[in-house]
Nanobody, 118 residues
Framework: QVQLVESGGGLVQAGGSLRLSCAAS????????MGWYRQAPGKQRELVAT???????NYADSVKGRFTISRDNAKNTVYLQMNSLKPEDTAVYYCNADTLVVTRVHYWGQGTQVTVSS
């Protein structure tokens, strides 16, 4: 089992910045990759960015050049630095842990609201 606790959401004006944090605990050894997803009202949850245990990153086209995912292995924490925010970035952001022991299991945080005003 992996527990994920997110923090850092809030209200920001367009063009502003926010940093999200996701602290993992529990069976951390089983985590292959961590990432951030988001879900806007009336839309499906979508991938924002992922980072593997080796440090490889992947981003949605819509956030490339604006968002940066990083991890602090000593703190078992993943960050999402969001710059040049746009109103269309408004969503609930969820932290995800992709784990593999015998079977592959995804764990999710509770979500944190990000609202970007125009």
């Amino acid at each position: 089992q992996v527990q994920l606790v997110e923090s850092g959401g809030g209200l920001v004006q367009a063009g502003g910045s926010l940093r999200l944090s996701c602290a993992a605990s529990g069976s951390i050894f089983s985590i292959n990759a961590m990432g951030w997803y988001r879900q806007a009202p009336g839309k499906q949850r979508e991938l924002v960015a992922t980072i593997t245990s080796g440090g490889s990153t992947n981003y949605a086209d819509s956030v490339k050049g604006r968002f940066t995912i990083s991890r602090d292995n000593a703190k078992n924490t993943v960050y999402l630095q969001m710059n040049s925010l746009k109103p269309e970035d408004t969503a609930v952001y969820y932290c995800n842990a992709d784990t593999l022991v015998v079977t592959r299991v995804h764990y999710w945080g509770q979500g944190t609201q990000v609202t970007v005003s125009s």
